[in-house]
Every structure is written in structure tokens, then in C-alpha cells.
């Protein structure tokens, strides 16, 4: 399907779009065909718990050193990588890469993300915590300062090092949350993390926006690196101070 979308764009940009609409609704008819698998002993809990447990978790997290480094690094890594993302076709667009190539390249993505994810946890097993948060960082920090100081049709290639980390993060934060979180904790403590991702990618998006319609992409791509080489500093020199014992 990406293949195709690059070959259909060069036809007219709108048609992979309206033919994209025929599985969209084939997919909507078939969700609504779902039925909920009934539920074996359920307990009952009232608003009142909900919040209880949700202020737990909100205090524990806010007093688990190790936890507020995690959410900070899903954070950064995070919303970076959508920052990122979303600056490919803009980028593809300013190397003139012909069109028919961009669903080469969003192939290929997708390929390098199914690859990493699936070796994740034999790589998890032969490298360290440590070396993992060095390489995820790694992964985007130096190919967004690559493709902001040499803007040409090579250095798209670069976003492929991105989806690297994206098959690798999910594996590698489960991980880490089942070693320092107790099971009873876990949902709520990733619903936090899932609300705190939400709100930072809601303001740095569109601060990201603000500064390219006012700049350009490249020196949008400059901030983001610096903001990414500063932030990795701190996140792999506070995880050796934290993770030390």
C-alpha cells in the first residue's frame, strides 16, 4: 500500500486518499461487529476508587525517582519522533525527492520498525539497560543534526534510523516498567504516561509549527537537534546517577 500511494500521488495527489476511503469503511463496518467478551467475576468499583487508586498512583509516581526519569525519557523520545515524522514529507519535498519515492521510503519504515521490534527482546538480553538508552538517543539525535546541516536527497535516508527506535522503545519501557513497577500499579502508571506524552507532543507540535512558519523547516530541524543533544545529555547522565544501584 505505500508503494502504490507514491505511484498514485504522481497520478493526482488527492487519489490515494478518496481510494483509501473504500478499506477505511470496510474496517468501520467490521469494528461495529464487534462484541465485548463478557466479563468472569467482576468486581465492582465505584468513582470514589477509581480516584483513590488513580491519586496512589499519581503520588507514587511523583516519589519514584526512577519512574519520573522513565517518563521523561518516553517523553523526549517521544515527542521528538512525532516532531520528526511529521517534518519527512515537508523534507522530501525541499530535496526534491520525486514523489513516487515517498512511498518507497514510508515502505521501508515500516519494514526497519517490524525488524527492530522483532529482535527487541533478543537485543534487550544481550545489551545492557544503559547501552539501550544510549543508542535510542542516539538513533535521533544525530540523523535530525545530519538532515539539518546537509539538506539533500541522501540525508532522507536518514529517517529510517528513527524507526529504529520506534520498534524498540514499546519492548524496551515494558521492560523497564515490569523491573521497578509493581504489577498492581502498572495500568494507571501508563495511563500517566500516555496523558503527560499527549500534552507534551499538544504544546512542542505546535511550538515546533510557530518557529518553521516563521523561520523554515532546516532551522526548525537545527532547534529540534539542539533540544534533542541537550536533552539526551541529561536523560544518559541522570540515568547513571539514578540507575546506579
Not at 122 to 142: F, K, N, P, Y
Not at 157 to 176: A, C, D, K, M
Not at 207 to 231: D, E, H, N, R, T
Not at 232 to 240: G, V
Request: hydrophobic content about 55%; proline content about 2%; some cysteine.
Amino acid at each position: 500500500a505505500s508503494i502504490s500511494v507514491g505511484y498514485l500521488a504522481e497520478i493526482n495527489i488527492r487519489l490515494p486518499i478518496f481510494l483509501g476511503c473504500v478499506p477505511l469503511l470496510f474496517a468501520i463496518i467490521i469494528s461495529l461487529q464487534f462484541k465485548e467478551v463478557p466479563i468472569v467475576n467482576k468486581k465492582s468499583f465505584t468513582l470514589k476508587d477509581y480516584f483513590n487508586q488513580m491519586k496512589e498512583s499519581v503520588f507514587f509516581t511523583a516519589n519514584h525517582t526512577k519512574l519520573k526519569w522513565f517518563i521523561c525519557f518516553v517523553v523526549v523520545v517521544g515527542t521528538v519522533s512525532k516532531i520528526w515524522f511529521f517534518s519527512y514529507n515537508d523534507y522530501f519535498d525541499l530535496v526534491n525527492l520525486k514523489i513516487v519515492y515517498f512511498g518507497w521510503i514510508f515502505f521501508a519504515l515500516n519494514i526497519v520498525a517490524a525488524i527492530s521490534s522483532y529482535f527487541a527482546d533478543a537485543l534487550s538480553r544481550r545489551i545492557s539497560d544503559s547501552v539501550g538508552v544510549v543508542l535510542m538517543l542516539a538513533s535521533i539525535t544525530i540523523p535530525i543534526f545530519v538532515m539539518s546541516i546537509f539538506v539533500c536527497k541522501w540525508a532522507a535516508l536518514l529517517v529510517l534510523f528513527q524507526n529504529l527506535t520506534r520498534g524498540y522503545i514499546t519492548p524496551f519501557t515494558e521492560h523497564i516498567i515490569n523491573k521497578h513497577i509493581e504489577s498492581d500499579k502498572r495500568a494507571t502508571i501508563l495511563s500517566i504516561k500516555y496523558s503527560i506524552l499527549a500534552l507534551a507532543n499538544l504544546v512542542l507540535l505546535g511550538a515546533y509549527g510557530q518557529i518553521i512558519k516563521f523561520s523554515s523547516l532546516v532551522a526548525g530541524l537545527q532547534i529540534l537537534a539542539v533540544f534533542m543533544i541537550i536533552c539526551s545529555i541529561w536523560l544518559i547522565i541522570s540515568y547513571f546517577k539514578i540507575f546506579k544501584n
